[in-house]
């Protein structure tokens, strides 16, 4: 038997987090026959569905490794960032269990934007020339020396929120100082990247790649791309309009070189790295590093995977990923629209019930803001369900998604109407390289 392929045994799978991420990530893994019993703590009101559910405080790395050790688990499966940069998968290690995620130092790529510059300048990575500010007067004089559209981000986690692309200086040097009033702050000012953005994720052992699907994220809360960032407001996959050969190109200007230097400096990352790239007129250009999953990418990507999960994941956490044979895929297309609660990406209404109609064959609805009150499914979140839905195209599996997204009940809930519409009508293109932004 080959190191890794917990196909061929039972395993006993811990997914930590309480998200659509984790929804998704434990609907692929009860699908997976070698998984004999899966937990998902603390979970959320549709974990339960496939999951047994367990109390967690997944900010806590004694309290995951505790559960761990407690269940007698064989992985345990990290999936929010926040617990992957506090330490959740070392203290995971540190009591002899294998666990999917990066250590908390490898996770800084996502956890600090300007540990990830300096990581991407040392490995040669194509991304924005930036500037990390720790004062407004230093942000000001960093935005006075671009041309709009200025892009300011939060150094540290901020939910896919931290960032403001603006053509507005003043509105731009607001946001930076409101960034670093809080103590020990600093924000990273960049270049624009023009081009449209992709999401590739791949998974990896600290040395072995592997590429899956990519995606295409939707942030802006309103259709057309208006309105503040969000964590995600729906995504699809794959990419029709994606050039042949970019994902080859990708692993070797971005993903292995960051592997290669992550590992030279004594903290080799393990996990999902997720490289979010703007398609330039230069080539990739790498926009953000995330250090898990992403939400709402994995809730599409893993709808399409066809190699059972489990066996993936443990070869990542044990170090056999290059004797794994190649990632399956169901043939056709995933897409995914978030239904949120009133009033996000600001402060959401909670407490309101969700009622989930009759649903489409092919459709998924994966749960994240949602809690059980008195026996019913009410809001806890902002982004509250995850509409999922694959078809033999991109229009089917568009259409399927919406009719689910229909069938959804809530006082105030909301999604946008377009998602994946542009690639469906053939409006995305990639700038020809040489070409002016």
């Given at each position: 038997?080959?190191?890794?392929?917990?196909?061929?045994?039972?395993?006993?799978?811990?997914?930590?987090?309480p998200?659509?991420?984790?929804?998704?990530?434990?609907?692929?893994?009860?699908?997976?026959?070698?998984?004999?019993?899966?937990?998902?703590?603390?979970?959320?009101?549709?974990?339960?569905?496939?999951?047994?559910?367990m109390?967690?405080?997944?900010?806590?790395?004694?309290?995951?490794?505790?559960?761990?050790?407690?269940?007698?688990?064989d992985?345990?499966?990290?999936?929010?960032?926040?617990?992957?940069?506090?330490?959740?998968a070392?203290?995971?290690?540190?009591?002899?269990?294998?666990?999917?995620?990066?250590?908390?130092?490898?996770?800084?790529?996502?956890?600090?934007?300007?540990f990830?510059?300096?990581?991407?300048?040392?490995?040669?990575?194509?991304t924005?020339?930036?500037?990390?500010?720790?004062?407004?007067?230093?942000?000001?004089?960093?935005?006075?020396?671009r041309q709009?559209?200025?892009?300011?981000?939060a150094?540290?986690?901020?939910?896919?929120?931290?960032?403001?692309?603006?053509?507005?200086?003043?509105?731009?040097?607001?946001?930076?100082?409101?960034?670093?009033?809080?103590?020990?702050?600093?924000?990273?000012?960049?270049?624009?990247?023009?081009?449209?953005e992709?999401?590739?994720?791949?998974?990896?052992?600290?040395?072995?790649i592997?590429?899956?699907?990519?995606?295409?994220?939707?942030?802006?809360?309103?259709?057309?791309d208006?309105?503040?960032?969000?964590?995600?407001?729906?995504?699809y996959?794959?990419?029709?309009?994606?050039?042949?050969?970019?994902?080859?190109?990708?692993?070797?200007?971005?993903?292995?070189?960051?592997?290669?230097?992550m590992?030279?400096?004594?903290?080799?990352?393990?996990?999902?790295?997720?490289?979010?790239?703007?398609?330039?007129?230069?080539?990739?250009?790498?926009?953000?590093?995330?250090?898990?999953?992403g939400?709402?990418?994995?809730?599409?990507?893993?709808?399409?995977?066809?190699?059972?999960?489990?066996?993936?994941?443990?070869?990542?956490?044990?170090?056999?990923l290059?004797?794994?044979?190649p990632?399956?895929?169901?043939?056709?297309?995933?897409?995914?629209?978030?239904?949120?609660?009133?009033?996000?990406?600001?402060?959401?209404?909670?407490g309101?019930?969700?009622?989930?109609?009759?649903?489409?064959?092919?459709?998924?609805?994966?749960?994240?803001?949602?809690?059980?009150?008195?026996?019913?499914?009410?809001?806890?979140?902002?982004?509250?369900?995850?509409?999922?839905?694959?078809?033999?195209?991109?229009?089917?599996?568009?259409?399927?998604?919406?009719?689910?997204?229909?069938?959804?009940?809530?006082?105030?809930?909301?999604?946008?109407?377009?998602i994946?519409?542009?690639?469906v009508?053939?409006?995305?293109?990639?700038p020809?390289?040489?070409?002016?932004?």
């Open positions: 038997m080959l190191p890794g392929l917990s196909n061929l045994v039972p395993v006993k799978v811990l997914v930590v987090g998200g659509a991420r984790e929804h998704a990530l434990s609907l692929a893994l009860s699908r997976d026959p070698a998984v004999s019993h899966l937990i998902c703590a603390p979970g959320n009101a549709g974990t339960t569905d496939v999951a047994e559910a109390p967690l405080d997944a900010a806590d790395p004694a309290a995951v490794a505790a559960l761990a050790v407690a269940e007698s688990v992985l345990v499966v990290v999936g929010p960032e926040g617990p992957l940069v506090a330490g959740a070392d203290a995971v290690r540190a009591v002899g269990i294998p666990v999917f995620g990066p250590s908390a130092a490898a996770a800084q790529l996502e956890g600090s934007k300007s990830a510059k300096e990581v991407m300048a040392a490995a040669g990575v194509p924005a020339a930036s500037d990390t500010c720790v004062t407004g007067d230093e942000a000001a004089a960093a935005l006075a020396a709009p559209p200025y892009v300011v981000k150094d540290g986690l901020a939910a896919g929120k931290g960032v403001l692309v603006t053509d507005d200086v003043v509105a731009a040097e607001n946001f930076a100082r409101d960034v670093l009033s809080a103590t020990g702050a600093r924000v990273v000012i960049e270049d624009f990247l023009d081009g449209p992709v999401s590739l994720l791949a998974v990896t052992d600290g040395t072995t592997v590429p899956l699907l990519p995606a295409q994220d939707h942030k802006r809360v309103g259709d057309d208006t309105g503040p960032n969000t964590g995600g407001m729906g995504a996959a794959p990419l029709p309009w994606l050039p042949a050969g970019t994902v080859d190109l990708v692993q070797k200007t971005v993903l292995q070189p960051v592997i290669d230097e590992a030279r400096r004594g903290t080799p990352f393990s996990g999902v790295l997720y490289a979010g790239l703007a398609m330039t007129s230069r080539g990739p250009s790498v926009v953000e590093f995330n250090c898990r999953f939400d709402p990418e994995a809730q599409v990507v893993l709808a399409l995977l066809k190699t059972p999960l489990a066996g993936l994941l443990m070869a990542c956490a044990d170090g056999t290059a004797v794994q044979p990632l399956e895929w169901q043939p056709g297309s995933a897409v995914t629209v978030v239904v949120a609660a009133e009033g996000y990406p600001g402060t959401p209404a909670a309101d019930q969700v009622v989930v109609g009759d649903l489409p064959a092919e459709v998924a609805v994966l749960h994240a803001g949602t809690s059980v009150v008195a026996g019913d499914v009410v809001t806890s979140g902002g982004r509250v369900l995850s509409v999922t839905a694959t078809g033999s195209s991109l229009a089917a599996a568009r259409t399927k998604a919406y009719e689910g997204v229909d069938a959804v009940r809530i006082r105030g809930g909301f999604s946008r109407r377009d994946a519409a542009k690639a009508r053939g409006e995305i293109s990639v020809s390289q040489g070409s002016e932004p």
